[in-house]
C-alpha cells in the first residue's frame, strides 16, 4: 500500500506551519510529532475561550423544533439535555422530531415542523445538503434554521443560519496520531465508517491519510458500515478480520463510539480471542466509551465533542438569530480523552463536559 511521506504532507497532516523540509521525515520524528500532539490536546483550558458579548435575550417564549437524524445515538441525546437546560433558563419550549434514520421522513418532519409555527428549527445529523429545500422554505417563512454535525463547514453554510461542530478532520486527525504513538509507530489499524454520513465519511477519509503518512504502520482496511447496524453485523466483521489480518491487528479506529460498543459482545470478545487490538475513537465521547477507557477495556481513548454545551451554544445562536446578529462562529478546540486524563471535565460523571465556566457565561450574556 502506498505510504504519504515528507514534511510538505505532515503540513496537511498536523496542521504545521513553518519552513518546509525537503528530506523525508523519519519514522521516530513522526512519532516525536505525533506525541506533541497528543499531549497539546489532552490539555483543556478551564478559562472560557467563547463569545463574551451578544444580545439580551427577551422576555418572550419561543418554540424551537429539533429534527434529528436517529434519537439512538447517545450523542443526540446528550445534546438535547443540554438544549433542554439551556431553554429551561431561556424560558423555550423544544420539540424533538426524530427520524429514525430514514431519509425519506426528513421531509415530512420540516413539514410538520413547520405547522407548529416554530421560532427556530434544529437540523441535528442530518446533511444540510438533503434537506436543501426544506431549508429554503423554512428561511422564506422567517425560521432561521441551525445545524448540528449538518456540514462539513462549521458557521454559515448551506442555507443554515451557522452549523454547529467540532473539527472533524482535526478530531481524525487526533484519534490516528494517538494510535501511532501506542504503537511506537507500528500500529496495524481497521477503520470504521459509515458512508451515509458525510460527516463520518471526512473523519475516515482522513484517518486513512495519517495512517498512510505513518511509514512504519499499516492501514489494513476501512470497513464500510451503518452505525445503526453494528450490533448486527460486528460479530461476523470481527471474525472476518481477524481470520484474515491476525496479530497484525493492533488497533481500529472508529468515527463513532458506538462501533466499539458493539465490539463488546460475547460474540465479538469470541471472536478476538486473546488479541491486544485498542480502540479508539474520533467521537463522541459517549457514557460506554468514559467506561472502557477507564477500565483499561478495549478502549485506549476517545475524542469527545462537549454536547451539552454545544446545547447552550445553538440556544445562543438563536437568540443572535432572532436578534438580527450574526452568529458567534464559535468551536471548541478539539480535546482528546485518556486514562490520564478523563478526571477532568465532566470525566468523573462519563462525559465531556468543560469546567470552564460555559453556563455562567451564557448567563451573563443574555442577562438571565
Not at 421522513?105 to 426544506?134: C, W, Y
Not at 417563512?141 to 461542530?165: C, E, M, R, Y
Request: glycine content about 8%; aromatic content about 8%.
Amino acid at each position: 500500500m502506498k505510504k504519504l511521506s515528507g514534511f510538505a504532507a505532515l503540513i496537511f497532516a498536523f496542521g504545521l506551519y513553518g519552513d518546509v523540509v525537503q528530506a523525508q521525515e523519519s519514522p521516530a520524528l513522526f512519532v516525536s510529532r505525533a506525541n506533541a500532539r497528543i499531549a497539546k490536546t489532552m490539555g483543556f483550558k478551564n478559562k472560557w475561550d467563547g463569545p463574551t458579548a451578544g444580545p439580551k435575550m427577551a422576555a418572550k417564549p419561543r418554540r424551537i423544533i429539533m429534527i434529528t437524524s436517529d434519537m439512538r445515538n447517545p450523542s443526540l441525546m446528550t445534546l438535547q439535555r443540554g438544549l433542554r437546560e439551556a431553554g429551561t433558563v431561556a424560558g423555550w419550549e423544544l420539540i424533538v422530531m426524530d427520524t429514525w434514520s430514514m431519509p425519506n421522513k426528513r421531509a415530512d418532519a420540516f413539514s410538520r415542523a413547520q405547522a407548529l409555527k416554530p421560532d427556530g428549527i434544529i437540523l441535528a445529523g442530518i446533511d444540510a445538503k438533503d434537506t436543501a429545500k426544506e431549508i429554503a422554505a423554512a428561511t422564506k417563512a422567517n425560521i432561521p434554521v441551525i445545524g448540528w454535525h449538518a456540514s462539513l463547514k462549521n458557521g454559515p453554510t448551506d442555507g443554515l443560519f451557522t452549523n454547529i461542530g467540532s473539527d472533524a478532520k482535526e478530531a481524525a486527525q487526533t484519534a490516528a496520531l494517538l494510535a501511532v504513538l501506542d504503537s511506537n509507530g507500528k500500529a496495524g489499524v481497521v477503520v470504521f465508517t459509515d458512508t451515509s454520513s458525510l460527516y463520518m465519511v471526512a473523519k475516515s477519509n482522513e484517518i486513512v491519510d495519517t495512517i498512510k503518512l505513518c511509514q512504519t504502520c499499516s492501514l489494513l482496511g476501512l470497513e464500510e458500515m451503518p452505525v445503526i447496524s453494528a450490533n448486527e453485523k460486528m460479530a461476523a466483521t470481527v471474525t472476518n478480520l481477524t481470520k484474515t489480518h491476525g496479530k497484525k491487528w493492533t488497533h481500529t479506529i472508529v468515527v463513532n463510539d458506538l462501533y466499539l460498543d458493539a465490539m463488546t459482545t460475547p460474540a465479538v470478545e469470541k471472536a478476538l480471542g486473546d488479541s491486544k487490538m485498542q480502540g479508539l475513537s474520533a467521537g463522541d465521547g459517549s457514557d460506554s466509551a468514559y467506561k472502557r477507557i477507564r477500565n483499561k477495556k478495549l478502549q485506549l481513548g476517545t475524542v469527545p465533542e462537549p454536547l451539552q454545551q454545544q446545547g447552550w451554544q445553538i440556544i445562543d445562536e438563536f437568540n443572535r438569530a432572532f436578534s438580527n446578529e450574526k452568529p458567534s462562529l464559535y468551536m471548541t478546540p478539539v480535546y482528546v480523552v485518556t486514562n490520564q486524563n478523563m478526571v477532568y471535565h465532566g470525566g468523573t460523571a462519563n462525559g465531556f463536559d468543560p469546567d470552564n465556566g460555559y453556563r455562567n457565561e451564557y448567563k451573563r450574556i443574555w442577562g438571565k
